[in-house]
Nanobody
Framework: QVHLVESGGGLVQPGGSLRLSCVVS????????MGWYRQAPGEGRELIAS???????EYKHFVEGRFTISRDNAKNTAYLQMNNLKPEDTAAYYC???????????????WGQGTQVTVSS
């Protein structure tokens, strides 16, 4: 079974930055695409960024230019660098492995505990 551990969240002021990490076990990360999701209270998980196995990133428009997804296959880890954070970025953030079919990212069924990001003055 794939096991995912997210970390790096916290409380930050608007305009601040955080870097999230996602450590994966039970899967060869180099063979898979990866994605970052977020879930605000009362809402479902929303894909915000993904990265192909060759390192090519994809972003939703509302984070493009502020967030950067990356991966380190040797460490079985994905990262999400978040800059210029806004209050509407407040959510629990999750990662997952998956694959692209066409331009659509399909995630695995197992999820980690997530890491909370709160943007507030």
């Amino acid at each position: 079974q794939v096991h995912l551990v997210e970390s790096g969240g916290g409380l930050v002021q608007p305009g601040g930055s955080l870097r999230l990490s996602c450590v994966v076990s039970g899967s060869d990360v180099s063979l898979n695409a990866m994605g970052w999701y977020r879930q605000a209270p009362g809402e479902g998980r929303e894909l915000i960024a993904s990265i192909h196995s060759d390192g090519t990133p994809e972003y939703k428009h509302f984070v493009e230019g502020r967030f950067t997804i990356s991966r380190d296959n040797a460490k079985n880890t994905a990262y999400l660098q978040m800059n210029n954070l806004k209050p509407e970025d407040t959510a629990a953030y999750y990662c997952n492995v998956g694959n692209f079919i066409g331009s659509y990212f399909y995630s695995g069924r197992n999820w980690g505990q997530g890491t909370q990001v709160t943007v507030s003055s």
